[in-house]
């Protein structure tokens, strides 16, 4: 059974940073691409960020801004996602989700991913 963990989320001031991670079990991790999702209260889950397969894309929502980089190493099974400059409105619970496939589309709908992690807040106090 295929099972994603995220960590990382933390208090942070804005402007700080903060790395988050992702591990997939219970399968060979280069089967999977990657996304990040956030949801904050009362608002609907957002796509972050996607990494694919290999690494070799990558794609953010348009409000990152070049602030977050989404890496991985395949052979560590495990994958971050890099925050910096954060802002208030930063804050939510952020998800990672797998999705086994080799696609190098942007992935950026939650219907594309069929395991989830619990979530992990961050939260950016001003």
């Known amino acids: 059974q295929v099972h994603v963990v995220e960590s990382g989320g933390a208090l942070v001031s804005a402007g700080g940073s903060l790395r988050l991670s992702c591990k997939v079990s219970?399968?060979?991790?280069?089967?999977?691409?990657l996304g990040w999702f956030r949801q904050a209260p009362g608002m609907e889950r957002e796509f972050v960020a996607r990494i694919s397969w290999n690494g070799g894309t990558t794609y953010y929502a348009d409000f990152v801004e070049g602030r977050f980089t989404f890496s991985r190493d395949n052979a560590g099974s495990i994958a971050w996602l890099q925050m910096n400059r954060l802002k208030p409105e930063d804050t939510a619970v952020y998800y990672c989700?797998?999705?086994?496939?080799?696609?190098?589309?942007?992935?950026?709908?939650?219907?594309?991913?069929?395991?989830w992690g619990q979530g992990t807040q961050v939260t950016v106090a001003s």
């Open positions: 989700a797998a999705d086994r496939s080799y696609s190098y589309d942007k992935g950026d709908s939650a219907d594309v991913y069929r395991y």
């Open positions: 219970g399968d060979h991790f280069n089967n999977y691409g």
